[in-house]
């Protein structure tokens, strides 16, 4: 059974830092690419950030640029978020699914991890 198990999230004050981590099972994580995703109250779904099986990054949303960063540990069968510079805007719940054609998300995706940036 695939699973994708997100977690990390939490309560921060705006300008802090969190790092997500999205652990995979199930399925052979070498051959596939993962992307964060994240839903706040009342909005759509929006990408955030996707890794390709080598690291190579393919998609980084404008409004965390410069201030997140994917990677993944193949080893680990792990792929991270390392958020920093958090702002109010980023209140959402994050989540992580095996993403095709760049960062389009397939129908795998872990449970999300909720982060909420206040002071």
């Known amino acids: 059974e695939v699973q994708l198990q997100a977690s990390g999230g939490g309560l921060v004050q705006p300008g802090g830092s969190l790092r997500l981590s999205c652990a995979a099972s199930?399925?052979?994580?070498?051959?596939?690419?993962i992307g964060w995703f994240r839903q706040a109250p009342g909005k759509e779904r929006e990408g955030v950030t996707c890794?390709?099986?080598?690291?190579?990054?393919?998609y980084h949303g404008d409004a965390v640029n410069g201030r997140f960063t994917i990677s993944r540990d193949n080893a680990k069968k792990t792929v991270y978020l390392q958020m920093n510079s958090l702002k109010p805007e980023d209140t959402a719940v994050y989540f992580c699914?095996?993403?095709?054609?760049?960062?389009?998300?397939?129908?795998?995706w872990g449970q999300g991890t909720q982060v909420t940036v206040s002071s």
């Open positions: 699914a095996i993403t095709v054609a760049g960062c389009y998300p397939t129908n795998y």
């Open positions: 890794v390709r099986v080598n690291g190579d990054i393919t």
């Open positions: 199930g399925f052979n994580f070498d051959d596939y690419d």
